[in-house]
């Protein structure tokens, strides 16, 4: 099994539509989550903690479930500019600065 | 600006050619990493750094070498023993403070094609 899953996509939304990623985790350890964005041939970027209590960050909503070991990325009302990989990360146990990617899962936002 | 600089943006080179890729942050940040993404694939770690003057492998750091003799700077250096160095490589750094997380911001990245 891979440390973190994702599905890798497409998902192919109208503009305004609310999208919803899931991705599990391996190891019960893991206490850091995180998603990060990456633009087509771009570096990844920062998009989002995870954090226990689930947090919001504008259209964007991030929930933890750690019982079932996945967590989840909620878009509201897509962009265009939402178009993207997004990619769960998961630290690795033992070691809060060491961090798994996975590999990611592609949004296409149609207008 | 702070912020992560990797040079050069493309980079050409001829199999057998050893190559050094530059990283470089004033972000006062003790770790520093290196990640080759290939398509499709997720990031694999090569090497990462915690404090200046010492390093350790990553997963996948056969055929790479690295040295942190500054803070700011984590060169690699892909070596001709790597059976197949065409990818993305993309260098990371994260906060030394004392906190619960440790977000890594990345730098644009270097395109090596090795022909």
């Known amino acids: 099994r891979k440390e973190v899953e994702q599905d890798p996509g497409p998902f192919n939304v109208p503009e305004g539509a609310t999208v919803a990623f899931n991705c599990t985790y391996s190891n019960s350890a893991s206490q850091s989550f995180f998603w990060y964005r990456q633009d087509c041939r771009k570096e990844p970027k920062l998009l989002m903690s995870v954090y226990s209590s689930g947090n919001e960050d504008g259209r964007f909503t991030a929930q933890l479930n750690r019982a079932s070991q996945y967590i989840s990325l909620l878009i509201r009302d897509s962009k265009l500019s939402d178009s993207a990989t997004y990619l769960c990360v998961v630290n690795m146990p033992g070691s809060a600065r060491q961090l798994t990617f996975g590999s990611g899962t592609q949004l296409t936002v149609l207008p | 600006d702070g912020g992560i600089t990797q040079s050069p943006k493309y980079l050409f080179r001829k199999e057998g050619q050893n190559v050094t890729l530059s990283c470089e942050q004033n972000l006062n940040h003790d770790a520093m990493y290196w990640y080759r993404q290939d398509p499709g694939q997720g990031l694999r770690l090569i090497y990462y750094s915690q404090i200046v003057n010492d390093f350790q492998k990553g997963d996948i750091a056969e055929g790479y070498s690295v040295s942190r003799e500054k803070k700011e700077s984590f060169p690699l250096t892909v070596t001709s023993a790597q059976k197949n160095p065409t990818a993305f490589y993309l260098c990371?750094?994260?906060?030394?403070?004392?906190?619960?997380?440790?977000?890594?911001?990345f730098g644009p990245g270097t395109r090596l094609t090795v022909t």
């Open positions: 990371a750094s994260s906060t030394d403070r004392d906190r619960a997380t440790y977000e890594q911001y």
